[in-house]
């Protein structure tokens, strides 16, 4: 059942996602690759599981690499960064 929601989020999101940017941007096509990477294993590390693999994805890095146990650093260090951009540092 998982492995069917999933299929049609594949199918359906490119066509939604090309069908906004197409008139701005001129994006005519869009797939979506599967990839395998960790989980999160708790109900709270969402956010910061999905920022890093961002992050990790547009810098060409290894998201295997992405482990919940880092997550409590990570979090802490991106507080840190948004609070940073209130002051003159």
């Known amino acids: 059942m998982h492995r069917e929601k999933i299929s049609a989020i594949e199918n359906v999101l ?5 069908a ?6 001129g994006l005519q096509s869009l797939s979506i690759e599967s990839i395998a990477c960790p989980k999160q294993s708790n109900g ?3 956010g910061i599981f999905t920022v890093k693999f961002i992050e990790f994805l547009l810098a060409g890095k290894d998201v ?3 482990r919940p ?3 409590r650093e990570w979090r802490k260090k991106l507080a ?3 609070f940073s951009q209130f002051f003159d540092l």
């Open 14 to 18: 490119p066509k939604l996602i090309c």
């Open 20 to 25: 906004k940017l197409d008139k701005t941007y």
């Open 44 to 46: 709270f590390d969402c």
């Open 64 to 66: 295997s690499l992405i």
């Open 69 to 71: 146990d880092y997550m």
């Open 80 to 82: 840190a960064d948004i």
